[in-house]
């Protein structure tokens, strides 16, 4: 499975690096250009966290202790609150008891639930335009109330037994509850918090980032313990050489797809950029998100839904895991695929045909 993916990836990278030699003819050297040029936004978000992990594992070991031990709960599992390529895999095999429930944490519960209290919700709120905010998080509702089909079938993929994927699912299962209730009764202040969590893990990826800058450049390491920052940049670069590929395979698929796409929209009751955007959306969110403003009301909330589970999967999140821990591609995109389609019926079952807006 590994070698089949990685081979589609390296069609898509001398399709799109031939293109490039060719000035662009077919739009594909753009999409070559465009992922390597993604190697600076992930070098500013993930290095520094990869390179803290040490320090912040011994920090959360000791305080996760005390609330898992009597509860029966793997501390690896709240490594899953991060998201999978800002430091969510890192930190839960740090912090896990069980390695296969910090494998199940760092790779499925950060690529879905991590990634979207963290990236895809703040992000998605800075660029959906007001009015069309609501759709949003409704979806996002949907997408978690299906959380636990994916994280099934990740897990059973994985070959977890019913105790471990309970133990490694619980706590994110009570929190993603509990963001559906928050988001329905008090959204404006659940908002301000994805905001702020944001903002801390912006913060929090800096000052690593300077640390590890000055142990490269100095050799002075001022938190011992750190991950050196060469270390933690090949996983970014690792990354890139993936979006090589992934880009200009997606932007090939997109135009060979066109026409399913529209009959998709039409029996969906989806306007073309709603349908078309869920598969972009599982290459890339913030593309996907920036299209909120040219679709109806239904397909706002179905993509919603679908990028709870669905975000980035073919893009950075499969590159990432290919990089760190190749054996869980199949169980990351089992349980990301399922989530998808799972949220995607679920919105369209609950939203209903309406006029578009």
Do not use: W
């Not at 803290?52 to 490594?79: K, Q, R």
């Not at 959380?147 to 009570?174: D, K, N, R, T, W």
């Not at 060469?230 to 997606?250: H, K």
């Not at 796409?261 to 599982?282: F, P, Q, S, W, Y």
Request: net charge neutral; with cysteine; charged share 10%.
């Amino acid at each position: 499975m590994n070698q089949i993916i990685m081979a589609c990836m390296a069609v898509g990278a001398v399709l799109g690096g031939l293109d490039r030699i060719l000035q662009n003819r077919f739009g594909l050297g753009e999409k070559f250009e465009e992922g390597f040029m993604l190697l600076g936004p992930l070098a500013l978000s993930m290095p520094g966290i990869i390179c803290l992990v040490p320090a912040l594992s011994g920090v959360l070991a000791s305080v996760l202790s005390v609330l898992c031990t009597p509860l029966h709960l793997d501390p690896g599992t709240f490594g899953g609150i991060l998201a999978i390529d800002m430091g969510g895999y890192q930190l839960a095999r740090s912090l896990a008891v069980n390695p296969d429930v910090g494998r199940f944490a760092g790779i499925i519960l950060s690529a879905t639930f991590g990634c979207t209290v963290i990236f895809t919700i703040p992000v998605g709120m800075s660029l959906i335009p007001q009015e069309d905010r609501g759709d949003f998080l409704r979806g996002i509702i949907f997408g978690l109330m299906v959380l636990p089909l994916a994280l099934l079938a990740g897990g059973i993929v994985q070959g977890l037994s019913p105790v471990e994927l309970l133990q490694a699912s619980f706590p994110i299962l009570v929190m993603a509850a509990f963001l559906c209730y928050g988001m329905t009764r008090f959204s404006a202040t659940m908002i301000r918090g994805f905001e702020k969590a944001a903002g801390g893990i912006q913060i929090l990826s800096t000052t690593g980032l300077i640390l590890a800058a000055v142990r490269y450049l100095t050799g002075l390491e001022l938190i011992p313990g750190m991950i050196p920052l060469e270390e933690a940049m090949e996983t970014v670069c690792s990354i890139a050489v993936v979006m090589l590929g992934s880009l200009p395979l997606a932007e090939l698929l997109k135009r060979l797809l066109i026409t399913p796409i529209r009959v998709l929209g039409k029996r969906t009751g989806m306007n073309a950029d709603g349908a078309a955007a869920l598969l972009v959306g599982a290459v890339s969110v913030t593309p996907a998100l920036g299209m909120y403003r040219n679709m109806d009301s239904r397909s706002r909330v179905v993509n919603g839904a679908a990028l709870v589970s669905g975000a980035s999967a073919f893009a950075a999140h499969i590159g990432f895991t290919l990089a760190v821990d190749p054996e869980m591609v199949s169980p990351l995109l089992a349980a990301k695929m399922t989530g998808m389609a799972a949220g995607i019926a679920t919105a369209l079952l609950m939203t209903g045909r309406h006029p578009r807006t």
